[in-house]
């Protein structure tokens, strides 16, 4: 629980944020000026075609960005500290873990080759629950249990190269859910499970946010698991935020041109992003980003300002600054 803090209060606050990668080719731009709120006790869904800053942001949060990567302005406060100025010591002793613990989306690397998969879990349990021994082991138990991992018992005992994808990903999890944070940050974590694994799993998270006011920040492609477990959801393109709405309103009433062409494109929800046909063009590349709105070239509405200017998410009336969308044309479109 995070305390002095009340359900749908902000708990953390991404303003500006702007990162940029140095690479040989060029200067990516992958992350332009992103504005997004994760409010305490929410499921907030993170959306959005591949390559448009969805990991990039995640790993800000948590000071984990590649050597290449300069942060060129922005906060990122976590109840109203600023995680950007925060020195690397401090950010791993009170932040990583404690605070906010991330599933990532490539699991198999984030395991420790040398160690079981139980002593891995156990790690988190004595550092963030109990030190007790015994009870450390049947902690890490439950939570082999708790991810559906069959035979606890059998797991805790194996190496990583003995277990499978999903299992791994499973094992991933469970080290993540016992370090008791108050913000998960979940980069695509089912995408080594197969179906029946993804929704026993997506129906564990929505358990735990809603017995521990657990807060949630889930990155997917997949439009039907934000339908089913998302209370908020911001839309990103090519490391720009288009739209951040309440669930129902993101899918009955998109405002802006990306969003609306992602969700009237898929009947029933029932599709991940990358098989949308029905939006023209690709994702451009951000070494030379489409001036203004980055969306301009592939949006049938864009006039000659869309160009030039970059719109700015404003708010839609009537919605206190929970429904906001960055298109200078919202209206008109609709
Ligand atoms: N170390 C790096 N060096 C150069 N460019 C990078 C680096 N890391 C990320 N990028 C670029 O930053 C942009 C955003 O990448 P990111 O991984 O955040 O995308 P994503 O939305 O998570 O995509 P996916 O859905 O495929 O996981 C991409 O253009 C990517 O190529
Ligand atoms: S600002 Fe212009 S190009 Fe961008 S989404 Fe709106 S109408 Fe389309
Ligand atoms: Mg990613």
Redesign the pocket.
Known sequence: MVEGLKLGEPLMVIEDLKID?L?EEGT?K?LDSINLTVRKGEIHGLI?E????????SLTTLGLL?D??RIQGGHIYYREKDLLKMKEKKLRRHIRGNEISMIF?NPVSSLNPVYTAGEQVRESVVLYQDKNKKRARQIVLDELDRVKLPDPEDVYEKYPHELSGGMKQRVMIAMMLACNSNLLIAD?PTTALDVSIQAQFIKVLKVLQEKNDLTILY?T?DMAVVSEICDRVTV?YA?QIVETADVHDLFKDPKHPYTRGLIHSVPGVKTAIEDFETIPGTVPR?INPPSGCRFHPRCEYAKKKCSKVKPTLEGVPGKNDKHVVSCHFWEEVE
């Open positions: 990668f690479t990516v992958a959005g591949t390559g448009c800053g969805k990991s990039v942001t590649d290449n990567a989306q695509e990155i492609h990103m490391g951000l």
